[in-house]
């Protein structure tokens, strides 16, 4: 998983009909560099195509950092009163700016980063364009390393001149497009940094070309300007103007374009499985109706003035047992049936007097022992007597019996 970080150039400078061209990083998850570079932005499509996110370095000079003094409020409301705290603040109507508020620190200060609402639209759009998955917009003024007592600045050459960049603490910073006068451009950012130790990032070229003349000045000190500490830096910023835009639900609109298809073809298979097993339940249902019909016309044949008050297969069991009962012959689940091979059974062991109680239920007989008068033996001498003549006893609990026919499945 990748970021591409580009640095863009001021809108003077693009206004000023200069070529155009942003220095990029592409950057691992773990802060290592992969690439780096020059290019207009129109040529970065398949990177920016390719990177997990893009954030975007705005120009210091676009940028307005404020220090507004804010009453604790929700996300929304605090958005919402943003114009009318930084209105003294910028010129032009605050409506046509972008806002991102940081944290309130102990005073209930904060940072407000404001930008010309437009112009940042034309730079995230088109990096939407090129498909970009998501977007981040940051101050540049904040990708320099802060440190306290001292101020950060970088001079980065462009196709108009140099563009200041200048980072006076934690939270405040500034930008400014300069001639490309590196005598002019030392005196500009002495200026603004005052009596304060100030330290200059410039590109190796620039650095040799300004050391002469930086040793004049007081309390300088230049250091190689490099992608890692604007890396560092921009990922503590905390000021995404991009979601003032609504840029994220862009990126999200473009992620669901990606999986509309597929879920359209999921949710057609479902409705298909949905449709075809209601098909196949109806059918079924069809079938079962017309057995059971079918059953209803051959029980009414056969007992034509008898009324059908229960189902016909188990309504015509019953009335097959109560025939048989009439011509004498017993089931095998009947009363006298199985207290006849029971009695048999009975008559294999050596004891036979072990019967406390006897009852007829469901079926089967229940059988209550009278205490210490069989034994474990006598027990399976007693199974095996009823297996021969298929039943089959369960002792439910001890000292209870329950003789059924082999494979009835009564409950124990």
Request: hydrophobic content about 45%; charged content about 20%; glycine content about 8%.
């Amino acid at each position: 998983m990748t970021t591409l970080f580009i640095r863009y150039p001021s809108k003077a400078s693009v206004d000023s009909g200069a070529a155009q061209t942003c220095p990029y990083a592409l950057v691992g998850d773990g802060g290592n560099l992969l690439q780096q570079g020059s290019a207009p932005l129109g040529n970065l499509g398949q990177m920016v195509a390719s990177a997990r996110r893009v954030t975007l370095l705005l120009a210091a000079a676009d940028v307005t950092l404020v220090r507004v003094k804010a009453p604790p409020l929700s996300g929304a409301r605090l958005k919402a009163a943003l114009p009318a705290l930084v209105e003294e603040h910028v010129l032009g109507d605050p409506a046509d700016c972008a806002m991102a508020a940081g944290a309130a620190d102990d005073e209930g200060m904060r940072t407000v980063a404001v930008v010309q609402r437009a112009w940042l639209e034309v730079l995230v759009k088109a990096l939407l364009a090129q498909g970009a998955h998501a977007v981040s917009a940051l101050p540049a003024q904040l990708g320099l390393p802060f440190q306290p007592g001292a101020v950060s600045a970088a001079l980065l050459p462009g196709d108009a001149g140099f563009e200041l960049v200048l980072r006076q603490s934690q939270n405040e910073g500034l930008g400014l497009t300069l001639p490309a006068q590196p005598q002019a451009a030392l005196q500009t950012l002495r200026a603004l940094a005052g009596e304060q130790p100030l330290t200059l990032y410039l590109p190796a070229d620039l650095k040799r070309q300004f050391a002469p003349l930086a040793a004049e000045q007081p309390h300088l000190t230049l250091e190689d300007d490099h992608w890692a500490h604007w890396v560092a830096a921009a990922r503590g910023a905390g000021l995404d103007l991009a979601p003032a835009l609504g840029a994220a639900s862009g990126a999200a609109a473009r992620a669901w374009q990606r999986w509309r298809w597929p879920v359209r073809l999921a949710l057609l298979a479902l409705l298909v499985n949905v449709v075809g097993i209601n098909v196949e339940w109806l059918h079924l249902k069809r079938d079962a109706k017309a057995v059971d019909q079918s059953m209803r016309q051959v029980f009414k044949s056969v007992y034509p003035s008898e009324p059908l008050v229960a189902a016909p297969q188990d309504q015509m069991r019953r009335n097959i047992r109560l025939a048989k009962n009439n011509n004498g012959q017993s089931g095998p689940d009947e009363f006298v049936t199985l207290s006849a091979s029971f009695g048999e059974a009975l008559a294999t062991l050596q004891r036979r007097d072990i019967i406390a109680t006897l009852e007829y239920k469901d079926h089967a007989l229940l059988v209550k022992i009278k205490p210490n008068t069989v034994d474990g033996a006598a027990v399976a001498q007693l199974r095996g007597a009823l297996a021969s003549r298929k039943l089959e006893l369960q002792e439910p609990t001890p000292g209870s019996w329950r003789i059924q026919p082999a494979g009835a499945g009564g409950k124990s």
